[in-house]
């Protein structure tokens, strides 16, 4: 997890904290006296008079560096905001796995969970009682409004449903595979310009510009330009521009005790008003291109998956709300654009630290596509060579292994979930309603890279 700054926000920030103190009251006795304490059952050696095991409540641990009050929120802020993941695991593996108490202040405690069979009882056996909650909606819904991934229950249920409507569509995935195609010859472009200018440039921020354009095609039917052969005028289109900063903004609430960017949001100051000016920029442009698509004539055919979702609904006579279709819009997007730039960008790293899992994807190359291999070995430009199609990736088993391995290693985005109702699970963690968790990753621990095979 990194740290994330917004110009300016420091001066601003600085003035909330006495703010903060007002609210520090409250939030000690909501922790401490109004939470209800969650507990573990644990048997003890001895038992009752009717022979069963006697059972007694143990509180769960919490970190050596608690303080009261404060609980766990100056240590995370000064030590671990750049190793998030890596100290949630720490932790976990202190305590043997077992559930244990995240505390910041003026918030319920947060119980982290980390063993599979935890995981197995809240995303599938009691996946009924734990959903996103209104706490994790109230903290995306500003960015991704009612999207799939910040809903719950029915509605949840019926974007899913259309999602699963819209890539079933035949014209999607050839449309997909074209649009992959066309603008990686444009990124194969680029990099022979940097090559021939001998200039350098971030690989990530190019993967984040092919991905902008491939999703641009593909979601809206819009060409972001931000690739371009001309290198030196590179820039982001405005929705990107405005993507970026808005999940700035998500980023930054993460990091920040919620009544913080909850007052900074009602008084319209620093990071959260920088952020709403960006979210605005975004929900404009995709509004604008929606009217547009609806305005198109319904005899000219487009592939685009906003332009076929408004064909489906309008063969469904269904009543259309832009609103639901722009937070179903820009949800696909982001989430698509970013987990694949992100994919890529982990998978080149992952590479260049085993040289020789890369030695072995080179070799599958070259005994699966030998004509793509002589275009390297010859020297021929990138953007000459041509890319390989659907049925030629899936020949190359070991570069997906590799991929999935990659996907596997680095860490996602926290997972997390709010109990509905009271509840039990498998290892005798009480759970009261309203309560949090979240989900840290521990897989990678045992994993080599050579297991990609």
């Known amino acids: 997890m990194v740290v994330i700054t917004m110009p300016g926000s420091e001066r601003l920030d600085a003035l909330l904290l006495p703010a903060g103190l007002l609210v520090l009251t409250y939030g000690a006795w909501r922790v401490l006296f109004a939470a209800p304490i969650p507990y573990r059952l644990e048997k003890e050696p001895s038992s009752d008079k009717d022979g069963q095991p006697r059972l007694r409540k143990v509180p769960l641990p919490r970190p050596e560096s608690t303080l009261w009050l404060w609980g766990n929120t100056l240590d995370t802020d000064k030590h671990h905001s750049h190793r998030y993941h890596d100290w949630l695991k720490d932790e976990s593996e202190r305590v043997g796995w077992r559930p244990w108490l995240l505390s910041m ?11 599979p069979e935890a995981f197995d009882d809240v995303l599938q056996k009691q996946s009924d009682i734990f959903e996103k909650g209104p706490l994790k909606r109230e903290l995306m819904r500003d960015f991704l409004g009612d999207g799939i991934v910040s809903v719950d229950g029915e509605l949840w249920r019926l974007q899913r449903k259309r999602t699963t409507h819209l890539l079933m569509a035949p014209s999607v995935f050839p449309f997909m595979a074209e649009v992959v195609e066309a603008q990686t010859h444009k990124f194969c472009a680029v990099v022979d310009a940097l090559v021939a200018q001998q200039r350098s440039a971030s690989l990530k921020k190019l993967l984040n510009s092919l991905t902008s354009d491939i999703f641009g095609h593909i979601g809206f039917g819009v060409d972001m330009r931000s690739l371009e052969s001309d290198t030196s005028s590179m820039t982001l289109h405005p929705f990107m521009e405005a993507q970026e900063q808005a999940g700035v903004l998500l980023q930054a609430r993460m990091q920040q005790p919620r009544w913080m960017w909850k007052l900074k949001r009602f008084l319209n100051i620093g990071s959260e008003k920088h952020g709403r000016k960006q979210i605005n920029v975004m929900y404009s442009i995709v509004h604008d291109i929606i009217l547009k698509c609806m305005a ?42 970013n987990t694949t730039a992100e994919t890529m960008s982990w998978f080149i790293v992952m590479m260049n630290r085993y040289p020789a899992v890369a030695a072995k994807i080179r070799a599958e190359i070259t005994d699966k596509l030998p004509a793509l291999a002589r275009a390297n070995h010859a020297g021929v430009a990138a953007s000459d060579v041509p890319v390989p199609s659907l049925d030629e990736v899936q020949e190359l088993m070991y570069l997906e292994a590799c991929l999935r391995e990659s996907m596997r290693l680095n860490g996602m985005a926290l997972n997390s979930r709010q109990a509905m109702k009271d509840t039990m699970l498998s290892d005798g963690t009480f759970l009261h309603y309203d309560v949090t968790f979240t989900f840290p990753v521990k897989g990678p621990l045992e994993v080599q890279p050579a297991h990609a095979a």
């Open 105 to 115: 202040t003026g918030e319920r405690p947060v119980i982290v969970l980390s063993t």
């Open 296 to 337: 198109r004539d319904p005899s000219t055919p487009r592939k685009d998956f906003l332009s076929v979702f408004l064909a489906q609904e309008q063969e469904r006579e269904q009543k259309l709300d832009t609103t639901v279709v722009r937070d179903m819009a820009v949800t696909m997007f982001s989430a698509g654009q």
